[in-house]
């Protein structure tokens, strides 16, 4: 009796073991996009969606932020790896993962009201180690301010 759950023990440690080395060895490093800007014009109730484009047109991680004063700030988290480990682990794992466009909405509930695209090659620059920052910050503009009627 002891035997056969000694058995059946040893069994899942070895199987979580192995399950977990997966996740132990994984090298690619998780990288960011910081994207920030201003705001001309602001609705009351906007945000700004930052959406991570990667080759071939797929869509990536994307990320929702309040505009707070007229000014904005986020950091978009990605995983560089490209290539799932076979067997062992690293022996065909790539760690080349990056987007090659940002799109920049602005929005206010289901409004659009501005746009922008990036290109990661040209308009950003490597702050630090696995940091993509814009070179200078963008502006979005919301819908043209009207005067009271008096």
């Known amino acids: 009796m002891h035997y056969a759950a000694s058995k059946a023990l040893a069994g899942m440690l ?12 994984a090298k690619c490093p998780v990288d960011v ?18 959406q991570l484009i990667y080759p071939r047109q797929k869509m990536g991680e994307s990320g929702d932020v309040t505009v707070e004063g007229g000014s904005f700030r ?16 690293e022996f065909l794992e790539k760690c080349d993962r990056k987007p090659k466009a940002i799109v920049v909405t602005l929005i206010d509930a289901d409004q659009e009201y ?27 503009h919301g819908p043209p301010s009207t005067p009271p009627i008096r």
Request: charged share 20%; hydrophobic share 50%.
């Open 114 to 140: 501005d746009r922008v695209s990036l290109d990661l090659a040209k308009d950003f620059r490597m702050a630090d180690p696995g940091a993509y920052a814009l070179r200078s910050e963008i502006l979005l």
């Open 74 to 89: 986020i950091q978009i988290p990605f995983f560089t790896q490209s290539r799932a480990p076979v067997l062992i682990g």
């Open 33 to 50: 996009v910081i994207v920030n800007g201003r705001v001309e014009h602001a609705p009351p109730n906007d945000s700004v969606r930052v």
């Open 14 to 25: 070895c199987i979580c073991a192995i399950a977990s080395s997966a996740f132990l060895h």
